[in-house]
T-cell receptor
Framework: GNSVTQMEGPVTLSEEAFLTINCTYT??????LFWYVQYPGEGLQLLLKATKADDKGSNKGFEATYRKETTSFHLEKGSVQVSDSAVYFC???????????FGEGTQLTVNP | SAVISQKPSRDICQRGTSLTIQCQVDSQVTMMFWYRQQPGQSLTLIAT?????????ESGFVIDKFPISRPNLTFSTLTVSNMSPEDSSIYLC??????????????FGSGTRLTVV
């Protein structure tokens, strides 16, 4: 079955530091890949997505590239802000309309 | 993308009682999903709510404990029955748009934070 593995957290960074959160997946066929963010006390928001190999999703300074050869979808941001403090979830969906499979989530704290 | 209204946003309930969570979508969607997020954990799919048929439950979840209704293509409810403190979690509904909305991915409600005492 499908599975998603995220790097263990929590991650603590200083403002303006570079961020990488690793995500690898196992799936049959060609899944779609997503990063969701959950700010404190809120639901999940779609941060970015990629639907085929070599696609790069980007939003709010965050980027992730769909790497089929390494089955990875690592999240990066060049300069984090305090407001980026949240939990980040990597997720995939398989066949059309199928449900999401989530990684464990990574808590990011950015200090001023 | 679709906009979801989920309520209540939070509740504190006595053990042994039941709570019904509502999820209203601003457009017609084929599939609606209900997730549970236990404290500090990731999201676990409870069931997929299909309009006009029984919900499809994931392993470890049963209809008697989590009955689901899906009366039309814009609305669903999840009931948490005979609650115990172990049911304290955030419950979220989710949809994936169809047609041109399909590639927007999945949209989530803001969640219901349930505490059972």
């Amino acid at each position: 079955g499908n599975s998603v593995t995220q790097m263990e957290g929590p991650v603590t960074l200083s403002e303006e530091a570079f961020l990488t959160i690793n995500c690898t997946y196992t799936a049959t066929g060609y899944p779609s890949l997503f990063w969701y963010v959950q700010y404190p006390g809120e639901g999940l928001q779609l941060l970015l997505k990629a639907t085929k190999a070599d696609d790069k999703g980007s939003n709010k300074g965050f980027e992730a590239t769909y790497r089929k050869e390494t089955t990875s979808f690592h999240l990066e941001k060049g300069s984090v802000q305090v407001s980026d403090s949240a939990v980040y979830f990597c997720a995939l969906s398989g066949a059309s309309g199928s449900r999401l499979t989530f990684g464990e989530g990574t808590q990011l704290t950015v200090n001023p | 993308s679709a906009v979801i209204s989920q309520k209540p946003s939070r509740d504190i309930c006595q053990r042994g009682t039941s709570l019904t969570i509502q999820c209203q979508v601003d457009s017609q969607v084929t599939m609606m999903f209900w997730y549970r997020q236990q404290p500090g954990q990731s999201l676990t799919l409870i069931a997929t709510a299909n309009q006009g048929s029984e919900a499809t439950y994931e392993s470890g979840f049963v209809i008697d404990k989590f009955p689901i209704s899906r009366p039309n293509l814009t609305f669903s409810t999840l009931t948490v029955s005979n609650m115990s403190p172990e049911d304290s979690s955030i419950y979220l509904c989710s949809v994936r748009g169809g047609g041109q909305e399909f590639n927007y991915g999945y949209t989530f409600g803001s969640g219901t934070r349930l505490t059972v005492v």
